[in-house]
């Protein structure tokens, strides 16, 4: 079974709750969507949110380097020679999201060939995942009105909240706010998104230290090596690489040199199969890992439930996968359910993310 087209689809959605956070903000989820057709009919999808502001991506980037690049060389591939395919792409540097969703509308191409749910493919570990949510920057109170209702509509009492602001007391004002108000069962982290120097980073810690926060993600910006390796050593929490550990290569490099000591890993720029490579090394390492989030869509958010749930080590954790809520509409043909804090993995062959057609139409923005 070969590939017989590639196609890289702009769509745009609103958002009605926009999200800001400390390096940009999202209003509109244009992303694109990714379809990998084979010589027999089959459709694989998968969905890619351009950040310009992490990756160096945009959503014309991704339509270029997927339509221009990837899909000439792709083409008459084997469907099952996924390795093939890697090496194929990482011969262009950069661009991981419009190579992670290359890798996930294969995968899921491979799942409907085969009439099996991808998610036993990559290792069947559970049939569900927990859910933490992302809060972006708002006042204190507002919040923890927010958390309170979605605790209350969703069953989620995992968040993570968005920091990294100036003054730093802004967030440690927000992280004892919802502390106070959640109660101590909460589980609360920060993400700061680079936000902050090494030294206000060790204030927050300070400060924050007796609110019983999980973890910081992306304190400031890992290149200042010395400044992050003190971080790290100094912390009584874990400090989590997220965008500065998006491959294999600067996982290990960010485990190794002391840049961090918890990982994010995201689907949406890693795919399915470096995801998995970095899930083995950071396991084998002793090093726990979280699903994240790139303010997916409903059909990032699957895949991301997907391969949440096939490993024993990614699904340890409640995984980010909630932001869809804030977004007016979706692609997705089936939407995705939270209920009682977890989201079911779709039990179908290939990853689960049919599209809606009529939508599609409705949202792409190149015709
Ligand atoms: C995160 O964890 O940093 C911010 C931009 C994006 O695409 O995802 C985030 C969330
Ligand atoms: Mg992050």
Redesign the pocket.
Known sequence: MKIATIEAIPYSIPYVHPLH?A??AVHEADHVLVRVTTDDGIVGTADT?P?PY?YGETQKSIVAVVQDIFAPQLVGLDVFDREKAQTVMARTVHNETAKGAVDIALWDVIGQALGRPVTKLLGGFTDSMRVSH?LGFKPAAELLDLAVQFRETYGISTFKLKTGRHPIGLDVEAARVLREGLGEDAEIYM?A?RGWSANEAMEVLRRTNDLGLQFL?EPDDAREVLGRRRLVEKSMIPIAA??SAPNLGEAAREILTGGANLL?VKTARSGFTEAAKIVGLAEGMGVDVYV????DTQVGTVASVVFGAAFAHTSKRAGELSNFLDMADDLLAEPVVIAEGRIRVPQVPGVGTAVDEEKLTKYRTDR
């Open positions: 956070f390096s940009g949110p950040r992490t992302m993400d998104n993600e997220d965008e994010a994240g989030n790139q303010i």
